[in-house]
């Protein structure tokens, strides 16, 4: 569709793009990350959890490891507290998704996007047993250094 400016015609597919892309919307100027890029130690920081979560201890800080435990793209991830295990993956649109307490019944999932060095998005809450509505909240991975291995 074109729309005419008295001396001039825009297209106005193209400047909704601009305009989208300006704003954040949908673009990306660039490849998703690595799994080599993402392992590593990042320390864990999360917003209110609306409802709140209760009865669920969170790790203060997480380590992912490109050591591959379930399928092709499942890799392990080593938590401040116990159980000191969980899993994560790299989607194909470059989103970081971690689980914190695998095997299920009930934990925490984070889907994280990069930002920076960091990783940035939103925790929600998983059981079995379906809590309504689900405890969610977001969260902030700041890298930090790794110490001594689990």
């Given at each position: 569709m074109r729309v005419s400016l008295g001396s001039g015609t825009m297209n106005c597919r193209r400047?909704?793009?601009?305009?989208?892309?300006a704003a954040g919307v949908g673009c990306r100027?660039?490849?998703?990350?690595?799994?080599?890029?993402l392992t590593g130690c990042?320390?864990?920081q999360f917003g209110s959890w609306e409802p709140?979560?209760?009865?669920?201890?969170?790790?203060?800080?997480?380590e992912l490891r490109d050591t591959v435990i379930l399928a092709p793209q499942m890799r392990q991830v080593i938590l401040s507290r116990e159980p000191?295990?969980?899993?994560w993956q790299l989607d194909s649109n470059g989103v970081v998704e971690i689980w914190l307490d695998p095997p299920w019944p009930a934990g925490v999932k984070l889907l994280l996007r990069p930002h920076g060095k960091d990783l940035?998005?939103?925790a929600e809450y998983f059981a079995d047993q379906p809590v309504l509505p689900a405890p969610a909240a977001s969260v902030t991975a700041q890298r930090a250094e790794c110490h001594a291995a689990a």
């Open positions: 400047y909704a793009l601009v305009v989208a892309c100027s660039h490849s998703p990350p690595s799994v080599a890029q990042y320390q864990l709140p979560l209760k009865n669920y201890q969170l790790p203060i800080t997480l000191t295990r969980g899993a940035t998005g939103r």
